[in-house]
Each structure stands twice: as C-alpha cells, then as structure tokens.
C-alpha cells in the first residue's frame, strides 16, 4: 500500500460515515485506513470492527484507555509506520470536513519531494471552504500567533489532515506531545528543531483544499481557542 490514513476515533459511533470510507477504499487499491479507536465510551468499538470487517484495508487499530486525540494520533501513526512501512502516512478527521478526495491530491504533492502535506482552509472564490465566522477569525488570529512563534510563514496549522512520508514520522511522533490540542503546531516545531528552518520551508507544502466545512459534534470547543496562548508558550520554551 502507498498509503495508510490514521483516523483517530472517540465516541464516533452515530457519526462515522462508514460507507464513505468502504467507497473509497474499494476504488483506490493503494490507499488504506487505519481506525485508531481512542478508549471510546460508547460501541465506537464495535463499529470499528463491523467496518473492518467488509474490507481487508479498513483496519482497526484499539487503544485502551482514553488519551486524547494527540495520543490517538501518534500511536496509530507510530503503529503503521512500523507494522506497514507504506510510502506516505496521514491522519484524518473521521467527520471527513475534509472529504476523502482531497487524500490523492495530497500524495500527489508528496510525490514531488515534500516531506509534509498539510491541508489548508483558504475560503477564496472556486472553492468549496466553509467555515463558521467565529471559528474563521479565532483560527486566523491563533494562526497568526503561531507562525510568529514557529518563524515559519505557516497559513493553518489546525486542519485535521495532514500527510507525511514515512521516514519522518519516527522522528516526529515517538515522543509524547506536551499539548493536548495543539499538537499540530508541537509536530511543526519538532520538524523545524530537528531539521532547520530552511528544509521546513522547502519541505512542508500547504495544500490548498477544495472543499472543507464545519461538521457539528467536533470535541474542539470554541472556548478552547482562550487556551491556546498557554499552551503554545509550553511549545516555545521545549523547542528553542
């Protein structure tokens, strides 16, 4: 398999759009998910294993007990990157804000030698990409605040899918992230402390989607936006 999408999923059961994922697995033969369920409290579990069940690269990955999305995240990548070795390694909202179809184009962009693919939330005329207003301008402030702190002329660090070639994920996502929200930024500053600003300018592309929109019944609240000064100082001061 070329490619192995981690989805970290926490009481997704009544919202999991299972046929969308069966789809799309049955016309990319390169492509397959990894369900990392994380402790869920509801029959997410049991889901999981019915989906795995249709199809042999629809995988299900179980940790016990609850970690947070972060956690969810680097284990299942950590877990496919040494169980699966594909060339590229992703993670993906399970609401799919970001549909399925935005995972080609993203990999078509890694094949030109980048080491990252991030998914941007551009609203702009031909595009498919909504967004509340609230969310729209707190994200842009937060953005904002953390490009100047990383020095990296970053547009959206927050989008839920996000790709990487596999001989990086080792180096980003073994140790545990000191943030729980805002673990996105935390890889960025790895990357950049790891290998230099210069290759995370030439080597993390933002990949403009085509569609995006706001799902309801996200675990991210508003309110946790007033959080994140506090928790990207922890960042600044672990990753000088």
Known sequence: MKTIVVVPCYNESKRLPQDAFLHYVEQHPDVAFLFANDGSR????????????????????????NGGKAEAVRKGMLHVAQQYHPDYIAFWDADLATPLDEIEPMVQWADKGYDIVMGLRLMRLGAKVRRKSSRHYLGRCFATTASMMLHLP?????????????????????EAFITRWLFDVEI?????????????VEKIYEFPLFQWQDIDGSQLKSRDFFKAPVELLKIKRKYK
Do not use: S
């Open 42 to 65: 509801d029959n997410t579990l049991e889901v999981l294993q019915q989906l795995a069940d249709r199809h042999e690269r629809l995988l299900l990955f179980d940790i016990q007990p």
């Open 154 to 174: 970053v547009y959206d660090t927050q989008c839920g899918a996000k790709l990487f070639r596999t001989e990086v994920v080792e180096q980003l996502f073994t």
């Open 188 to 200: 960025l500053a790895r990357y950049k402390q790891r290998y230099g600003k210069e290759c995370a």
